[in-house]
């Protein structure tokens, strides 16, 4: 049954005179980040965390700071980039990189004065340009409109994949870069894991604030300052 929905879809795009492609996201072409950025790795287990808007990057390992520093933007290299900050180095190399059955785009070490260096798996935070794809974010929920929370959304080839979730359960839907209304969406294939999804979380309005009494989840403002939804907290309440 699963193979014939995704036929189904195939021919759906086809239909519309766009590439047949279905709507498991893939890991997109690697590219040095310009934004936001999260690297994971395993031996040992930690989190990277460089976040833009607060001016800060960080290193974590079972749940404690390791190490943090000023966020700066990374410096091209022979071998790829570099961010050099504080008490951190960060290296990039563009190189596939696979971690918990998702594919990465880069491969990253970060080195913390008086720490052994890691290694992990990294890519740019896909909100980083959640206005540019807000287009194919609404032609997405227009076909599942009980699906308003997006867990992921990213450009990757000729394509933009979202995956929503919400009362209508969780969708995996795809839409042309050429043709945002291509848009077509089916059920969560649970079986395809992508990079980064998580993350953040963009809530489209209209509706009620997501964090609630608990928290107050930032707004997010078109370019002419209509307020489009909200960055929910992935971590909950």
């Not at 994971?40 to 800060?56: L, Q, R, W, Y």
């Not at 929370?149 to 839409?175: F, I, K, L, P």
């Not at 649970?190 to 980064?196: F, I, M, Q, Y």
Request: glycine share 8%; proline share 8%.
């Amino acid at each position: 049954m699963k193979k014939l929905a995704l036929v189904a879809l195939a021919l759906a795009l086809t239909a519309c005179g766009q590439t047949a492609t279905p709507p498991a996201p893939e890991a997109p072409t690697a590219a040095i980040p310009t934004g936001s950025f999260d690297v994971f790795g395993t031996s040992p287990e930690f989190a990277f965390i460089a976040d833009t808007s607060a001016n800060a990057m960080e290193l974590r390992m079972n749940y404690e700071t390791i190490a943090s520093a000023t966020y700066a933007p990374p410096q091209t290299t022979p071998s790829g980039a570099q961010i050099v900050s504080g008490d951190l180095t960060v290296d990039f190399v563009t190189q596939d990189c696979d971690i918990n059955g998702a594919s990465y785009p880069l491969r990253v070490t970060i080195q913390a004065r008086g720490q052994e260096p890691v290694t992990g798996c990294g890519i740019e935070r896909w909100d980083t340009h959640l206005l540019e794809l807000m287009p194919y974010i609404d032609a997405c929920i227009a076909k599942s409109p009980e699906t308003r929370w997006v867990t992921y959304a990213r450009h990757s080839g000729s394509n933009v994949n979202v995956r929503m979730r919400g009362d209508g359960g969780e969708q995996d839907c795809v839409a042309s870069f050429a043709n945002p209304q291509s848009a077509v969406s089916q059920q969560r294939n649970e079986d395809s894991r992508v990079p980064g999804e998580g993350v953040a979380i963009f809530v489209r309005a209209p509706g009620a604030q997501p964090g609630g009494e608990c928290y107050d989840a930032p707004e997010v403002r078109s370019a002419s300052g209509e307020l489009i939804g909200w960055k929910a907290d992935p971590m909950g309440c």
